[in-house]
């Protein structure tokens, strides 16, 4: 998923993950949106899982740009909107459709910055060292609606905020090629009925961002892959079964800590002079995820995907150096 915005998970990666593909911010900043803003349009049946997060996942790769300094506006404003379908949660095999507005928002400061990398400040005298905010959001779910759930309480939606070490790994001389590892961790809490901590995940990524794919200038690609580890209290917020809540169908299930599967994600994007188009692809697989044999889990392999389009409305009219 220019290299802005300042978007969003609980797989709604809305990391403003700090550098995931160049699209995660984008995909975290979607997935917050969804808890408040996003209207359920259609439900239709995929193999999926649980909200993309960021994210992994929703558009990724934000527009190019070459490996030499230029001057840019300080900041730059502007509206989007985004077309997702996603699973209700990770493992199941209802989906929904939703189409979410979203800010596009970019600032170049000295310290702080904004853009396609995310939220980060210069913690380090090093290029190849960055600590950045990682953010993701999971969307509600009402059981009623999910056949799998059905008797059970609600989910909540959720919010997940934490640190994530960056680390470049290699570019070319040009900077138009660079892999970077991703050490992402987020705590998550509970946003509406209370405000009750769900634990915490771990999502090691590697990421390769190209700029101007295939010889196509101002086109982006971003390929994400790693594994994901979680805390009991969030593998048990959404997979665990008490024996109130069992039946025929859904026995008793205690989820435990540890691996929760993976995630491959891929991305596009292109910078025009007033508009931002993005859109992305994510595979997940709970193939050996500590609670693979939940009854909640209904599919263990599925695909997301998103699109979206952002007007940029208002530059500043002071200029600084950037090194794309």
């Known amino acids: 998923m220019e290299r802005s915005i300042a978007m969003p998970r609980r797989d709604v990666d809305v990391r403003c993950r700090a550098r ?8 975290k900043y979607v997935f917050c949106q969804i808890m408040t803003h996003g209207r359920k349009l259609a439900r239709v049946m995929f193999p999926h899982g ?3 997060s960021l994210a992994m996942l929703l558009l990724a790769g934000l527009s190019a740009g070459h490996a030499f300094a230029a001057e840019k506006p300080l900041w730059e404003l502007g509206v989007g909107m985004s077309a997702l379908s996603f699973p209700d949660y990770r493992g199941s095999d ?3 459709l939703y189409f979410l507005p979203f800010p596009y928002v970019v600032y170049r400061g000295t310290f702080l910055k904004a853009d396609k990398d995310g939220i980060r400040g210069a913690f380090f005298d090093s290029d190849r060292v960055e600590l950045n905010v990682s953010v993701g959001a999971s969307v509600p779910v009402k059981s009623d609606d999910n056949s799998a759930r059905q008797g059970m309480p609600d989910l909540q939606p959720t919010v997940e905020f934490g640190p994530s070490l960056d680390l470049t790994l ?4 040009d900077r138009r090629y660079k892999l970077d590892l991703r050490l992402p961790v987020r705590a998550a809490v509970t946003v509406m009925g209370g405000v009750d901590y769900a634990g915490w995940e771990f999502s090691p990524r590697l990421a390769l961002d190209i ?3 295939a010889g196509l200038a101002g086109w982006n690609l971003g390929l994400l892959a790693g594994p994901m580890y979680g805390s009991e209290r969030s593998h048990d917020y959404f997979y665990s079964v008490a024996p109130q809540y069992a ?6 299930f205690d989820a435990d800590a540890g691996y929760a599967g993976s995630q491959f994600l891929v991305s596009v994007s292109k910078r025009y002079s007033k ?4 859109a992305f692809a994510r595979w997940d ?4 995820a500590v609670f693979a044999d939940s009854p909640l889990v209904k599919r263990e392999n599925y695909f997301a995907a998103g699109v979206g389009i952002a007007w940029i409305l208002r530059e500043s009219t002071t200029l600084v150096e950037e090194e794309d």
Not at 20 to 27: E, G, M, N, V
Not at 170 to 173: D, E, V, Y
Not at 247 to 252: C, D, I
Request: with cysteine.
């Open 285 to 288: 697989s709970l193939d050996g």
């Open 94 to 96: 209802e989906s929904s």
């Open 211 to 213: 700029d101007d794919v």
């Open 275 to 278: 508009i931002w188009l993005g």
């Open 50 to 52: 649980r909200p993309i």
């Open 20 to 27: 995931p593909s160049r699209a995660t911010a984008y995909c």
């Open 170 to 173: 290699w570019r070319n001389h």
């Open 247 to 252: 039946t025929a169908e859904r026995p008793v």
